[in-house]
């Protein structure tokens, strides 16, 4: 899973993208959901629009590992190898964007809160209800 790295470069994102990304700010009228296949939190404003699919692959790995955060035991402590990798290469890309100084509203604090997962667990219960 670490061929989401193209360089040796500290930034992950090439330099149209990555102003794409501190381009973005936050919404007041941001609405939050449930990506139901990768299983995250999203708001409607943190999303860069045209960019790589390299780029838009590492920012799907910065949202998964934000609600990964919110409860990181279940995807660290997994029987599951593949979990506990792709846990392993979401962290290492926030770890990496983060030491990179890259500003991007998924960052705030208001959406890293620990509170949030009662909105990740309300989504859950919501999309799986009728299963």
Same mark, same amino acid.
């Given at each position: 899973?670490?061929?989401?790295?193209?360089?040796?470069?500290?930034?992950?994102?090439?330099?149209? &993208?990555?102003? #794409?990304?501190?381009?973005?700010? /936050?919404?007041?009228?941001?609405?939050?959901?449930?990506?139901?296949? #990768?299983?995250?939190?999203?708001?409607? &404003? /943190?999303?860069? !629009?045209?960019?790589?699919?390299?780029?838009? +692959? #590492?920012?799907?790995?910065?949202?998964?590992?934000?609600?990964?955060?919110?409860?990181?035991?279940?995807?660290? &402590?997994?029987?599951? $190898?593949?979990?506990? $990798? *792709?846990?392993?290469?979401?962290?290492? +890309? *926030? $770890? !990496?964007? !983060?030491?990179?100084?890259?500003?991007?509203?998924?960052?705030?604090?208001?959406? +890293?809160?620990?509170?949030?997962?009662?909105?990740?667990? /309300?989504? /859950? !219960?919501?999309?799986?209800? &009728?299963?």
């Amino acid at each position: 899973m670490n061929d989401v790295f193209d360089s040796d470069s500290n930034d992950l994102f090439p330099p149209a &993208d990555r102003a #794409k990304i501190e381009a973005l700010t /936050e919404d007041p009228n941001a609405t939050v959901g449930y990506e139901l296949s #990768k299983g995250i939190l999203m708001w409607s &404003d /943190e999303e860069p !629009r045209d960019v790589e699919m390299s780029t838009f +692959t #590492k920012i799907m790995m910065l949202m998964a590992y934000r609600s990964m955060m919110y409860r990181p035991e279940m995807f660290r &402590d997994s029987q599951d $190898e593949f979990i506990r $990798e *792709w846990f392993a290469a979401c962290r290492a +890309t *926030w $770890e !990496r964007a !983060r030491a990179s100084g890259l500003r991007w509203i998924g960052f705030a604090p208001s959406r +890293t809160d620990p509170a949030n997962l009662a909105l990740l667990l /309300e989504a /859950e !219960r919501i999309e799986f209800s &009728d299963m």
